[in-house]
């Protein structure tokens, strides 16, 4: 059991350490965007002991974890979504803005 919980110690530590150091730019051209981070780091933290969970054939241990990852995972995804659609509204309003404005400047020019 000792041992089993210094493996999922230093297993994930070794994998989180590998991926901050890994040549990502060099490898895939760029480097992982935020998501790609959460689910890289997520998979060392939460895989490994679900690897030694699933020898030991604690299912529902193994199925409350996923469940959890992966509602933190919709959750994530869904709130990085959601900020998207709002920047992207709020982008269009200041153009629309913008471009009134500017119609009322171009009026006032011309009344002068």
Not at 52 to 58: L, S, T
Not at 77 to 100: C, F, M, N, P
């Amino acid at each position: 059991m000792l041992t089993t919980i210094i493996l999922c110690v230093l297993i994930p530590a070794m994998g989180i350490y590998a991926g901050h150091w890994f040549p990502w730019r060099k490898v895939a051209g760029r480097e992982l965007t935020r998501i790609e981070a959460y689910i890289y780091g997520t998979a060392w933290v939460v895989g490994v002991p679900l690897i030694f969970m699933a020898i030991w054939q604690e299912w529902l241990a193994v199925g409350v974890i996923v469940a959890a990852a992966g509602g933190a995972g919709f959750a994530t995804v869904s709130a990085y979504a959601i900020d998207g659609w709002a920047e992207q509204k709020h982008r269009l309003l200041d153009e629309k803005d913008k471009a009134q404005y500017a119609n009322y400047r171009t009026r006032a020019n011309e009344a002068d």
